[in-house]
């Protein structure tokens, strides 16, 4: 048992939170390639060891051993290196939730490639930005008509660009990938030398989302999956052995939280539904009859399962329920608990790292709290002054002593933007921007993205608090918070909603919300201003694009930002304050 977790983790096993904040260490050798050192270790010590069970709508099922990935990459490697693939080189990835995606990505990883992730919803512009900007040599993709079509366009625009390699199908123009991997050796020799990587080398890149400018390409190293150590199997809590669920399309960067890296690494199986589109009904009914232990998904997802009857469907064999992506709205988990019996553990991270403030298995989760911060992130927060807040008192998520050890699964700058870099991670602590508070006993609470935050007739007004106490009322299913001109005011609060099945928009409703939310928060807080919409506008992560909203609005962003440098006592502590 935890045979691959013991060789990096001192310790595996802690009798507290406590205990776990300060002795939880990681050591990252020299060379960790995840391909060789978990896939082909799982497969030499456990040859029958399961890591994967794919299913999909058409009633298409597969399940693959660890064997089967390692046998699988090696073929895809051999007919990627006669392609010219090798170290160093980048290629994009466009492959939805295909079973194929892990295949590739852990053949990417044997030959010291660089893999970018990428979803369906980019057009021909999105991927000429990303692979134009990044030299990406090859594409794979998923058969699809809308993708390919995409696709086709960027070749045409990008001399960088030498294959494309379609998965699950044929079709012109493009190398089939099970043509291409057919009667290649199963055997693929580690490389050595210059042709070998090391932990710094460069082995993934995402696309931040893009909520507040042009997304930037976020570099992993090779050291990453060993950051999601804690991702998987303290905040996810997977089990080895058992079936573990994350909901996310393999572009997205939730996708390397949830689908293969730490999860592996701690011998849990991955439950892959590929499902073409999200229907409340078919998600609950699959995690009802594979028998999952463990899942995730973002809180969207949760409140448009609350949509339906969850108490008719049996969820007992899930012992942990997991969120990130967006904040979990307290009237979601209580919900959740309601008819399952279990809250739901909120995470918090960004595509730049793993899981940075959790609510881990010695922690008791509050509805509405992020939990309390990850061990070896050194996280603080810092006020607009650069002071260490107080209890209560908001300040930006900070990482702190970066220089002292740089923790294993942070990101190492943004390709090709050595300013940004330089500004995010060139000195001793990286701001997320992210504002927060913590109270008493530690536990800490997100107030919102400090672009976010609304300044209205001298109150700083966190949008999270307020969306949170719309998601009470039965008529709303989500909401996003902003800020909107008034003559008078400056800016007031704005609420735009999108309404549960049942309701229709109306000037009582719209009373009705206003006075829910004066009683259920500070009656200053309250939306002066009220819009409905049949969705919001997300990025292709899934997170709401607030930005968009203010700007259609007519607000201009203060992109208040706040120094992390000047603050005093970096060697206190986070639980002692």
Not at 143 to 172: H, L, M, N, T
Not at 490 to 519: D, M
């Amino acid at each position: 048992m935890d045979y691959i977790l013991s060789k990096y983790c001192p310790r595996i096993d802690f009798d507290s939170y406590e205990d776990f904040f300060e002795n939880f260490k990681i050591n990252v050798p020299d060379a960790f390639n995840f391909g060789f050192d978990v896939v082909d270790e799982w497969a030499r010590v456990e040859p029958e060891k399961k890591a994967l069970l794919w299913c999909n709508d058409e009633g298409e099922e597969r399940e693959f051993t660890f064997t089967d990935i390692s046998r699988l990459s090696n073929k895809t490697a051999n007919a990627f290196a006669k392609l010219g693939i090798g170290k160093g080189d980048i290629v994009m990835c466009i492959l939805r939730r295909r079973w194929e995606y892990w295949v590739v990505a852990t053949a990417l990883c044997k030959l010291g490639a660089t893999i970018i992730p990428a979803t369906l919803q980019l057009t021909t512009k999105d991927i000429v930005y990303r692979t134009g900007n990044t030299g990406v040599k090859m594409i794979v993709c998923v058969d699809d008509d809308y993708v390919a079509k995409q696709a086709d366009g960027a070749e045409q625009q990008v001399e960088s660009i030498k294959y494309k390699v379609v998965a699950g199908g044929k079709r012109d123009g493009w190398i089939s990938f099970d043509e291409l991997i057919e009667g290649e050796s199963e055997e693929f020799e580690r490389p050595t030398g210059k042709a070998g990587v090391t932990s710094k080398d460069i082995m993934l890149m995402y696309f931040t989302s893009g909520t507040t400018g042009n997304p930037k390409a976020v570099m992993h190293n090779f050291a990453h999956p060993l950051g999601h150590i804690i991702t998987a199997r303290y905040w996810q809590q997977v089990q080895e052995n058992c079936l573990h669920m994350s909901v996310t399309d393999s572009g997205w960067a939730k996708f390397g939280w949830g689908k293969i890296y730490g999860q592996w690494i701690c011998g849990a199986e991955i439950f892959c539904y590929d499902m073409l589109k999200f229907v409340p009904l078919k998600l609950l009914q699959k995690m009802q009859d594979y028998d999952l232990r463990t899942f995730c998904a973002p809180p969207t997802m949760y409140r448009f399962m609350l949509q339906e009857d969850v108490s008719t469907f049996d969820l007992s064999s899930i012992a942990n329920f997991a969120t990130a992506g967006e904040p979990l709205n307290a009237e979601v988990t209580i919900r959740w608990e309601k008819f399952t019996g279990k809250k739901i553990r909120e995470g918090f991270g960004q595509s730049e790292g793993p899981v940075l403030l959790a609510n881990f298995p010695w922690i008791k989760p509050i509805p509405g709290s992020m939990g309390k911060p990850s061990p070896l992130l050194n996280i603080r927060l810092i006020t607009d002054d650069g002071r260490l807040a107080e209890d209560g008192e908001e300040g930006a998520i900070c990482i702190t002593h970066l220089k002292d050890a740089y923790p294993p699964g942070l990101f190492v700058g943004y390709y090709g933007n050595e300013r940004a870099t330089k500004d995010a991670v060139g000195g001793d602590v990286y701001n997320l921007h992210d504002m927060a508070w913590r109270d008493s006993n530690g536990y800490v609470t997100f107030v919102g993205r400090n672009d976010d935050v609304i300044k209205c007739s001298g109150y700083r007004i966190g949008p999270f608090e307020v969306e949170s106490a719309l998601i009470k009322h039965d008529a709303v299913v989500e909401c996003a918070v902003t800020a909107a001109p008034d003559p008078i005011r400056g800016k007031v609060v704005k609420a735009t909603i999108v309404l549960a099945r049942g309701y229709e928009p109306s000037e009582a409703l719209t009373k009705e919300l206003q006075k829910w939310v004066k009683k259920e928060t500070a009656p200053y807080k309250y939306p002066r201003v009220v819009e409905y919409v049949d969705e919001l506008p997300k990025t292709v992560g899934g997170k709401i694009k607030r930005k968009l909203i203010r700007t259609k609005d007519g607000v201009v962003d203060e992109h208040v930002h706040s120094p992390a440098s000047d603050w005093d006592n970096p060697e206190e502590s986070w639980h002692e304050r």
